[in-house]
Every structure is written in structure tokens, then in C-alpha cells.
């Protein structure tokens, strides 16, 4: 069993950077690949990003891809979503997710354990 816990988000104007925090109560990175989604209001949850340690890949959203990056500290079993030039568009709920794979990020395959969400505000 993994608890994972998300924080940083708020609320930030258009153009503005925010660094959400991925906590896991355990070390799993050897083991699991790392997901960051989002859901925004009357919308499906989508990957935005996605990290497989074991073999250093990485995805990301087409939308986010130069603005959003990943990375992580193994010593507090964190994972960082650092989010620059925020849109409006990229308000909504974002969620931590770990499993065994990904399928191009897609939060209906691959992830069995899944944090609370911490919320992104992003006025224009």
C-alpha cells in the first residue's frame, strides 16, 4: 500500500509559476511509474505528465510540454510538477497517481494508488 500526498497548489495569475509537491509514504520510485493528472470542472481527468524511473522517460500533455517539467528528491520520496507560464486553461484538480505502467498517460490504465488532489487556480 503507498499514501501519496499532493500539495502546492493555489491560486496564480496567467503567466505565473506554481511547484506542486508529490509525497509518498514510501520509497517507490525503483518500482512505479509516476503520474501527475489533472480534472478540470465538467471535464475527464487527463495525464499530464507521466515518469518511468526505471528506464528515464518521461511524457508529457502536448498543451503543457515546454512549460511544465518533472523532478525528484529520493531522499523525501517527493516528486515536483513545476508549472510555468500558466494558463487559464490549466486550472483544475491535479492528482499524484503511482502504478506499475502508463499507457501514453492515461489516467484509466497503469496507476493503482492515487493521492487527494490539490487545486490550481489560474486567473486571467
Known amino acids: 500500500e503507498v499514501q501519496l500526498v499532493e500539495s502546492g497548489g493555489g491560486l496564480v495569475q496567467a503567466g505565473g509559476s506554481l511547484r506542486l509537491s508529490c509525497t509518498a509514504s514510501r520509497f517507490i520510485f525503483d518500482d512505479y511509474v509516476i503520474g501527475w493528472f489533472r480534472q478540470a470542472p465538467g471535464k475527464e481527468r487527463e495525464g499530464v505528465s507521466c515518469?518511468?524511473?526505471?528506464?528515464?522517460?518521461?511524457y508529457f500533455l502536448h498543451s503543457v510540454e515546454g512549460r511544465f517539467t518533472t523532478s525528484s528528491d529520493n531522499a523525501k520520496n517527493t516528486v515536483y510538477l513545476h508549472m510555468n507560464s500558466l494558463e487559464p486553461d490549466d486550472t483544475a484538480v491535479y492528482y499524484c497517481a503511482a502504478g506499475s505502467y502508463h499507457e501514453l498517460c492515461s489516467p484509466y490504465y497503469g496507476m493503482d494508488y492515487w493521492g487527494k488532489g490539490t487545486l490550481v487556480t489560474v486567473s486571467s
Open positions: 515518469i518511468n524511473f526505471s528506464d528515464g522517460t518521461t
